[in-house]
């Protein structure tokens, strides 16, 4: 148990559809890192947040987008989903940016058909 | 080229034996180094961090690092059948393990 919750733990959307991703850091972490991780390979670095503001992206196109709000809670925004976008979305937390323990929550099943 | 390669295995060990795991990574700016398990249907967990050159021990675990042949490995020792999961390999060019690049990961199989 890390301390670092997402939701919704599964979803199904269809192609061309938008979903917002949502993510608990844990107590006392300001910074909230999102990755994708496809079936078969390991995750995929998409960006992070540290203090409300983007610090640093991964190669994703813009319709990947996100928030971190005053309590360190994050979002992650999917427009004009692809079925290649189908993948466990993983959120993960650290005490602050520069920190080389992340913890990553169960993550968020999505499944676009 | 991946910038992180693993081989993806399956890696199959008796149980009490050694199991190794290899990792290369093509960016030299590296600074640190992560192992994390991965069961099945589960998020990853952080098992070992690297930076210098050398090996790190914890308890059944040892990571080791060269930099100049652009390497990391982890070994596991007396494997037990609840260490059978994937293993990701991760790096990043600074300390923000946040922002790391991870292999596809080699899955173990311990056999009782």
Not at chain 1, 12 to 37: A, D, E, F, M, P
Not at chain 2, 16 to 26: F, H, M, P, V
Not at chain 2, 82 to 107: E, P, Q
Request: with cysteine; aromatic share 12%.
């Amino acid at each position: 148990e890390t301390g670092v919750t997402q939701s919704p733990t599964h979803l199904i959307k269809t192609r061309g559809q938008q979903v917002t991703l949502r993510c608990s850091s844990q107590s006392g972490h300001n910074t909230v890192s999102w990755y994708q991780q496809a079936l078969g390979q390991g995750p995929q670095f998409i960006f992070q947040y540290y203090r409300e503001e983007e610090n640093g992206r991964g190669n994703f196109p813009p319709r990947f987008s996100g928030l971190q709000f005053p309590n360190y809670s994050s979002e992650l925004n999917v427009n004009a989903l692809e079925l290649d976008d189908s993948a466990l979305y993983l959120c993960a937390s650290s005490l602050w940016s520069g920190e080389n323990t992340i913890y990553f929550g169960e993550g968020s099943w999505l499944t676009v058909v | 080229q991946k910038e992180v390669e693993q081989n993806s295995g399956p890696l199959s060990v008796p149980e009490g034996a050694i199991a190794s795991l290899n990792c290369t990574y093509s960016d030299r700016v590296s600074q640190s180094f992560f192992w994390y398990r991965q069961y099945s249907g589960k998020s990853p967990e952080l098992i070992m961090s690297i930076y210098s050159n050398g090996d790190k021990e914890d308890g059944r675990f040892t990571a080791q690092l060269n930099k100049a042949s652009q390497y990391v490995s982890l070994l596991i020792r007396d494997s037990q059948p609840s260490d059978s999961a994937t293993y990701l390999c991760a790096v990043s060019d600074n300390t923000n393990a946040g922002k790391s690049t991870f292999g596809d990961g080699t899955t173990l199989t311990v056999k009782p």
